[in-house]
Structure formats: C-alpha cells, structure tokens
C-alpha cells in the first residue's frame, strides 16, 4: 500500500489556518480603532499577508496530495471514493477562507484609499462596513472537519486496540512458555534429587564395602603371622 502524505499535510494547513484566523482577528480589531497608517496596523497587516502567503503554499501541497489520489486511485491508499471528496471539499473551503481574508485585508486597503468623504463617520474614522460570512458554509465545513477527526480518532483507537491485542497475546505466550519452564525445571531439579539419593546409597556401599575389605585383610595377616611364629617355634624345638 502506498504512503498517503495528506494527514502530515493537513495537520500543517489546519494549523496555518487557525493561526491566519487570529491573525485575521487581530487584524479587524487594530484596524476599527487604530489609524490607517499606524505602525500597528501595517505590521498586523503585513503579518496576515504573509501568514496567508504561506497558508497557500501548503494548501498547494495539499492539494497536490489529493491530486496524486484521485490520479492513482483511492483503494491504493486503502481510502473510499467518500473521504477523497471529503478531503477535495476541505482543500475548496481552505482556499475559499484565504481569498475571503486577502480580500478583506486588500479591498480594505483599496477602499480606504478611494472612499469618499461622505464615508467618514465625525471623528474622521472610516466606517468598516459588515462583510457578509456563508454561516451555511461555514457550518457545512465544521461538520465535515468534526467527522474527518472522529475518524482519525477511530483510527487511532483501532490502532491502539490492535497494539493492546498483539501485546495481550504476546504476554499469553510468555506466560505459558514460563509455565513450562518452570515445569521443566522443576523436573530437573525432582531428577537431581533422584540421583544425589542415589549416588548417596552408592557412596554409602561403597565405604562399607572398604570397611569389610580393610577388616578383611587384617585378618588373613594374623592368621599368617601365627602360622609363621608356629613354624618358627617347630623348627627351634626339632633342632
């Protein structure tokens, strides 16, 4: 099976996007309170932009990532046709959200710079007119993120279920391995107590066998001692 890089990939966007997301906040929050060239409101500016720049770079990978799977073939990443167009669905609201907020930072810009006068609220601050949001959209995008990460989760858990399974049988073949060699060695160890008992009675005949050969022998050297002193005397008395 072949290696699907869009998880890696996604999780990169997702951060990116958040992160352009309070950026973003940020940025509307500066720009209803401070003035149009302040310092503040060029870095926060300067900082989206760049933060969506490189947002788009890595939904570039992404896409390309989804590419390469439709191209392919979902089943050769084990995927179903259904989580493809969950993923080409995300890729389409990712970059909807980047032109909605390069949009908001460079008409804002534009439309600074050209509105006339009669925009100008009293206290010489531009009104920020309401910028419509697909709230449909929006929530359609929430849902299909909420189910992409239930399952992710699903799949992490049917992982980790299969870890504890392979690690469950593993340790019940440790087990009964242990169990036989502490049977085998209990075996042994009847076996070695077998023999010692043994080699203890034979060791046992042994030395009384030694006594009875010692004893014996010095027997026979008495008698053979009388026998000569007997002689000894005979010979004396004849002669």
Partial sequence: ??????????????????????????????????????????????????TLAALEADLEDLEESVNVVESTGARLFGLE??????????????RREIENMRAEVDGQSDARQ????????PSGRAAVPSLPEDEDAQAEWAKQEQQMMIRQQDET?????GTLNTLHEQAGLMGREIEEHVEMLDDLERGVDHSDAKL????????????????????????????????????????
């Fill in 200 to 239: 203890s009675t034979a060791m046992s005949k042994m030395r009384k066998f030694i006594r009875q050969t010692e004893e014996t022998k010095s027997g026979w050297c008495i008698v053979i001692l009388i026998i000569i002193l007997m002689a000894l005397l005979l010979a004396v008395i004849l002669v």
């Fill in 114 to 121: 050209s509105r006339p006068s009669s925009m100008v609220g």
């Fill in 1 to 50: 099976m072949s290696t699907d890089p869009y998880h890696a990939v996604q999780q990169e966007v997702q951060a990116s996007l958040q992160n352009a997301a309070t950026l973003r906040a940020s940025y509307m929050r500066i720009r209803s309170t401070a003035r149009e060239e302040s310092e503040e409101l060029i870095w926060a500016r300067n900082e989206l932009k760049a």
């Fill in 157 to 161: 858990i049917d992982n980790i279920a």
């Fill in 81 to 94: 046709e259904s989580e493809v167009i969950d993923r080409r669905r995300y890729v389409g609201h990712v």
